[in-house]
C-alpha cells in the first residue's frame, strides 16, 4: 500500500498568514495527488486534482505542487473560511489512501 | 446541481449486518464510478470501496474485503454498501462519493454521510 504522510498534523495560524501543509508518499506517486478539504457537518471538498489542478469554484489563494514522493498545498492569505481539516490523497492505485489530515487552527 | 444523500446509519451490535443507500441527482448517474469513503470518530479519512459504472468491477480495502459488498442501481440513481460481520473498528461516518475516473482520478462530489455504531 501506498502510505501517505502528512504534516504537520495541526497548526494555528493568523488571518492573512501563507499556510504550506506536506505529503510524502512511501513510493514515487506516477498518477496524480489530490487535496481535500473538511468542515464539521459538512461534505468534503476537493480543493486540488491532478496535483496542481483547481477544481472549479475554488478561490486560486489555494495552490497544490510537487511530483515524485513530496506534494504541498498551500494557501497564500488565509481566509477565516479556511479553518479546516486538509488531506492529501493518492490516486495512483488500490487501495486508494489518504494522510493522516492536518487541522488549521485560528492563533 | 450534484447532489448524494446517504442514509442508514444506526447503532448495530457486533457482528450484525446494515445496508447504507446514497440517493444520487444531479448528474448522469449511471455514467461514474461511485466510492464509500469513511471517517472514524477522531480519526481520518478511509477509502472502502469503489464501483464501475455498470457495476462490472469492484475494489475494497482489505479491512472490510469479505464482509462489506458495494453494489448499485443505476434505474434508481442509487448507490448501496451492504456491511455484514459488523466490528468496532467499522464505526465511523460512511460519506457516498463520485469518483472522476475519466482521465483525473479523484473524488468530485461527496454527500454529508451517515453515522454507523457499532456497539454492544
Known amino acids: 500500500d501506498i502510505q501517505m504522510t502528512q504534516s504537520p498534523s495541526s497548526l494555528s495560524a493568523s488571518v492573512g498568514d501563507r499556510v504550506t501543509i506536506t505529503c510524502r508518499a512511501s513510493q514515487t506517486i506516477t498518477r496524480h495527488v489530490n487535496w481535500y478539504q473538511l468542515k464539521p457537518g459538512q461534505a468534503p471538498k476537493v480543493l486540488i486534482y491532478a496535483t496542481s489542478t483547481l477544481q472549479s469554484g475554488v478561490p486560486s489563494r489555494f495552490r497544490g505542487s510537487g511530483s515524485g514522493t513530496d506534494f504541498t498545498l498551500t494557501i497564500s492569505s488565509l481566509r477565516p473560511e479556511d479553518f479546516a481539516t486538509y488531506y492529501c490523497q493518492q490516486s495512483d492505485r488500490t487501495p486508494l489512501t489518504f494522510g493522516g489530515g492536518t487541522t488549521v487552527e485560528i492563533k | 446541481e450534484v447532489r448524494l444523500v446517504e442514509s442508514g446509519g444506526d447503532l448495530v451490535q457486533p457482528g450484525g449486518s446494515l445496508r447504507l443507500s446514497c440517493e444520487a441527482s444531479?448528474?448522469?448517474?449511471?455514467?461514474?464510478?461511485m466510492s464509500w469513503v469513511r471517517q472514524a470518530p477522531g480519526k481520518g479519512l478511509e477509502w472502502v470501496a469503489n464501483?464501475?459504472?455498470?457495476?462490472?468491477?469492484?475494489y475494497y480495502v482489505d479491512s472490510v474485503k469479505g464482509r462489506f459488498t458495494i453494489s448499485r442501481d443505476n434505474a434508481k440513481n442509487s448507490l448501496y454498501l451492504h456491511m455484514n460481520n459488523l466490528r468496532g473498528e467499522d464505526t465511523a461516518v460512511y460519506h457516498c462519493?463520485?469518483?472522476?475516473?475519466?482521465?483525473?482520478?479523484?473524488?468530485?462530489?461527496w454527500g454529508q454521510g451517515t453515522l454507523v455504531a457499532v456497539s454492544s
Open positions: 462519493a463520485r469518483w472522476e475516473a475519466y482521465s483525473d482520478y479523484f473524488f468530485d462530489f
Open positions: 444531479g448528474f448522469t448517474f449511471s455514467s461514474y464510478w
Open positions: 464501483i464501475k459504472h455498470d457495476g462490472s468491477e469492484k
